[in-house]
């Protein structure tokens, strides 16, 4: 705790329990830090990673600001984030779902994957950036009216089903790949850049507004089930 700065750079660190960073920064450079138990980073704290590697098994709750931008970042049980989190480098894979009211930040060469588990992304959530997003494996993610989805990179549905229940119309201005599972939900869809649909399911009620280049494609079966 405390208002100051530290730096993790060289050792290797398993703190089998509860980790909390209350106040100040912790910058993550080198080395390997292991979390068992739940990690807290409270309002006011950042914690970035930017060389070394962040493994928490426990639950992880961001209610600061948390950012990696070299290294990895490996959180494998339930994320929550009511804050800022943002990944300008590698892949970050949520596992295991997550609570969520703050903002996810995706830059250009980045991935936020959406891999497992049931996110709801409530009031106040946002996903933005230039990065690639993605929903694959067994997710369940749900983006409640009052959140926002605005990433100017391209998404992949490739697994699971993602489900936009917002009032407005989600817009896409780069590729939306969807080569399995479903996409549904209250919110009208317009893709402004290419849709590239080679298997899953389309079940969103709202309109569906296609701008770029539509590419139906494969052998798979493709459901188109709404408005």
Do not use: C, E, Y
Request: aromatic content about 6%; hydrophobic content about 35%; cysteine-free.
């Amino acid at each position: 705790s405390g208002a100051g700065a530290r730096v993790l750079n060289g050792p290797a660190i398993n703190n089998p329990g509860a980790f909390s960073l209350s106040g100040g920064s912790l910058d993550v450079q080198g080395g390997a830090l292991s979390v068992g138990g739940v990690t807290t980073v409270a309002n006011g704290s950042t914690l970035t990673v930017s060389g070394g590697s962040l493994a928490p098994t426990g639950a992880f709750n961001n209610n600061g600001t948390l950012t990696v931008n070299a290294g990895t970042f490996t959180p494998s049980s339930t994320f929550n984030n009511s804050n800022a989190f943002t990944v300008n480098n590698g892949t970050v894979n949520l596992q295991n779902g997550g609570t969520d009211t703050g903002s996810f930040t995706v830059g250009t060469g980045a991935t936020l994957n959406f891999s497992g588990g049931t996110h709801a992304l409530n009031a106040g959530s946002s996903v933005t950036g230039a990065g690639n997003v993605q929903f694959s494996g067994t997710q369940t993610t749900t983006f409640a009216n009052g959140s926002t989805f605005t990433p100017t990179g391209p998404v992949t549905v490739s697994g699971g089903t993602v489900t936009f229940n917002q009032a407005g119309a989600i817009t896409l201005p780069n590729t939306l790949n969807l080569s399995n599972g479903t996409i549904s939900g209250t919110a009208p869809l317009t893709l402004n850049g290419a849709f590239n649909w080679s298997g899953g399911n389309l079940t969103n009620n709202g309109l569906l507004t296609t701008a770029g280049t539509s590419a139906i494609s494969g052998a798979g079966v493709k459901v188109r089930n709404g408005s």
